[in-house]
């Protein structure tokens, strides 16, 4: 018999089981508590964070699908459209890392080739505990191999991604996975159920008891018996998928499907009950007829499972023997469970019984909704950094720690692990601000970048959520893309902690400040609460997933630097902020004061103004200078184009720790001609944006100064070494 203590154990609330009881009229039984703790879960229904989201910017001239489908739709010319979208599956990674971080791979897949379009690129932002953890290297190792045995074997290249190490992540790692895809614009499919009587197809794998309570076990917090959790995640078969992708993709080329979903949290639960939500529809289900690959299974089980690889299909009528032609060719499962029906309930039969009928508005609309408490950051005072702790420090060794430092090395050993190249149209791999891939068969390229800045955000949560968009728009325009929208999937500790929740609220409002002035809006994304081990939990962590357009891909930038005796230009003012730069914590252990400052107009300025210069090709080489400041951002260009540089002598009225590490916001390094030099001022005037003029390129060092010189093949050892040797212990 259900009761409130089975509804706890649920994950449900005293008063939502109360609520559950009143809108039936009655107590559910042991199936229908387990689609209302599925539906009502964070994971699924956003009901503490709803009320914040839908102030988000989600539409400019481009925009196509925003929020509310499976993943957002851009709009990239000549009927062409991309959909993108970023997911986390943190929970599953922490407890199992090859398959969590696999089916969130897979997961991600499917919300973008179910709506017509097939996968060109994947990305990733993964974040690790402390390199001291004694978890951390076998966690890290795990998802690595989890996120490149799924995506290689699905043939699609991870042209980007972002490794981040931090302790607030020991008891609860970070992998946000994010796919992008290419459809014709009058090929997009939705997951909207239309018309009556329809029926209402299963296909791909079987079901199995992998991943029960897998959205409700994403909506926890962890305690010590995590590992008992390990039958919730779910297990990948990337070839599976790979079949159900181009079975799915044969049957949407011609004019079958009504709607389509993947079964992905909750499963066949949540995919069916949204399909009718957003239909307006009833649907019926017999449960006898769901594929199974276990016996014994019941309707609680088979409802709640998370096995991976299918989908829910609504049919045209008299079009289910050609869909069963297509996915017997394709060797997968294909079974009419359902219809379409106009009582806008879930109706389920299993032998012969109804084991549930639950109005479909009772799980949707209905479910609860969260005004909840939160406290407001201050913004931290300014920490004044003595300057004679810089007396001692000299500038090569500090810029070799900073270049070795776990947040800045070199990530070849993870993205080599990849394959970034298939496909054919990977035209700027990982380790640059974007990766790009050609849109096959045309001149038009699509840039992506993922992007988080944890510190930043846990400093100030209002300017670490500008900043992390802004960062994003950096990042495509160094490449010369113009950007066009964004996906965030947004990270953080327990909603019911105040300050947990103040800093969901305010990084929310930073984000949709900051992607509302560059026109850069939000079209999909995913929130993850509940990322903490008992009280403790992770820093506040938005990943950003920004998208644009390149439109002749001859017109891409690199980073690396290209020829000597070019001009090198600083982009935007420095004015030489330290606190909570990289400098300030790793090389002072000064962990106090505000983040650097966000001005938005000059960030559309100067990104604008950048574009124009790409446009006309006076770009050689860009970068944007972020994590480490000016020095870290031209050694990166150095080590990449095998080239040095020599730094004019700053006409700077602040200290060169300052000029050199601090971590300003709105800035570029660009290279030009000489040939080029009297037009791109004459630009960089007219458009008001503020330069400085760096130095030179030269042949094999680094000189800043007349004290401080280092050869490129040193900043490479630096840059290079930390993680490999991390790895081989």
């Given at each position: ?634 050694s990166k260009m150095c080590i990449k184009g095998k080239k040095g540089a020599l730094l004019n002598k700053p006409k700077y009225l602040i200290d060169k720790f300052e000029y050199l590490f601090g971590e300003d916001q709105g800035r570029y390094i660009v290279e ?56 081989s212990k």
């Open positions: 018999m259900v009761n409130e203590k089975i509804a706890i154990e649920h994950g449900l609330k005293k008063q939502e089981y109360s609520k559950i009881c009143d809108l039936l009229k009655r107590t559910p039984n042991i199936t229908e508590l387990g689609i209302f703790s599925a539906m009502w879960n964070e994971h699924c229904s956003y009901k503490s964070s709803k009320i914040h989201l839908k102030n988000l910017p989600t539409k400019n001239n481009k925009v196509i699908q925003g929020p509310g489908e499976n993943a957002g739709i851009i709009d990239i010319e000549d009927n062409d459209a991309i959909v993108f979208k970023i997911e986390s599956h943190n929970h599953p990674s922490f407890i199992e890392p090859y398959q969590g971080a696999a089916t969130g791979v897979g997961g991600i897949m499917r919300d973008v080739f179910t709506m017509g379009a097939r996968p060109i690129a994947n990305l990733n932002s993964i974040h690790f505990g402390s390199p001291e953890h004694k978890k951390t290297r076998n966690l890290l190792r795990g998802v690595v191999r989890g996120i490149g045995g799924y995506g290689n074997c699905m043939g699609i290249p991870t042209i980007a991604g972002q490794t981040n190490f931090d302790e607030s992540y020991n008891g609860n790692i970070l992998v946000n996975a994010m796919t992008l895809g290419l459809v014709k614009k009058n090929k997009i499919f939705y997951s909207k159920a239309a018309g009556l009587n329809k029926p209402v197809i299963y296909v791909g794998s079987k079901t199995g008891r992998d991943g029960i309570h897998g959205a409700s076990m994403a909506s926890a917090v962890f305690d010590e018996k995590i590992e008992e959790k390990k039958p919730t995640v779910q297990v990948g078969d990337p070839f599976t998928e790979k079949l159900l992708l181009e079975a799915c993709l044969e049957l949407m080329s011609g004019d079958s499907i009504i709607a389509i979903q993947d079964m992905g949290a909750a499963g066949l639960t949540s995919s069916s009950i949204e399909m009718a939500s957003k239909g307006k529809l009833g649907i019926e289900l017999d449960l006898n007829k769901v594929p199974c690959r276990e016996t014994k299974m019941t309707p609680y089980e088979i409802m709640l499972s998370e096995s991976q690889e299918r989908m829910l299909i609504v049919l045209e009528n008299g079009k289910e023997e050609l869909a069963k032609k297509i996915f017997d060719k394709w060797n997968l499962d294909f079974a009419i469970i359902g219809k379409t029906t106009d009582s806008k309930k879930i109706e389920l039969f299993f032998d012969k019984k109804k084991v549930a009928d639950i109005p479909i508005d009772t799980l949707v609309e209905n479910s609860p909704i969260y005004d909840r408490k939160w406290k407001k950051a201050k913004l931290p005072k300014k920490n004044k950094i003595k300057k004679e702790k810089f007396k001692n420090l000299k500038i090569v060794n500090v810029l070799n720690k900073i270049l070795a430092n776990p947040n800045v090395c070199s990530k070849k050993w993870i993205w080599q692990q990849y394959d970034h190249t298939v496909m054919g149209d990977t035209i700027q791999k990982p380790g640059g601000d974007a990766g790009v891939v050609r849109i096959h068969g045309t001149s038009k390229a699509v840039a992506a970048s993922v992007d988080s800045s944890a510190v930043y955000c846990w400093a100030h949560p209002l300017s670490g959520g500008k900043q992390i968009v802004c960062e994003s728009w950096r990042n495509l325009i160094a490449v010369g893309a113009k950007p066009i929208a964004i996906t965030n999937c947004l990270n953080f500790g327990s909603p019911e902690n105040d300050e947990n929740m103040g800093e969901f609220v305010e990084c929310v409002q930073g984000l949709g400040e900051a992607s509302a002035y560059l026109d850069f809006p939000v079209v999909s994304g995913n929130v993850s609460f509940y990322n903490q081990t008992k009280d403790i939990g992770i820093k506040p962590t938005p990943t950003i997933g920004g998208v644009g357009l390149i439109k002749n891909y001859k017109n891409m930038v690199t980073m690396d630097l290209k020829q000597n005796e070019n001009i090198l230009l600083v982009i935007g003012k420095t004015e030489g902020h330290l606190e909570q730069s990289l400098f300030s914590r790793d090389i002072l252990s000064e962990k106090n004061g505000p983040p650097p400052e966000i001005n938005l107009f000059n960030e559309k300025n100067n990104g604008e103004t950048v574009l124009k210069l790409i446009d006309k090709n006076f770009i050689k080489a860009a970068h944007d200078v972020s994590l480490g400041g000016i020095i870290t951002a031209l030009i001609e000489k040939t080029n030099y009297d037009n791109v001022i004459e630009i960089l005037e007219k458009n008001s944006v503020h330069y400085d003029e760096l130095g030179i390129v030269n042949d094999n060092d680094l000189i800043i100064d007349e004290k401080s010189k280092v050869s490129i093949d040193d900043l490479n050892k630096s840059h290079n070494i930390w993680l490999n040797n991390f790895m």
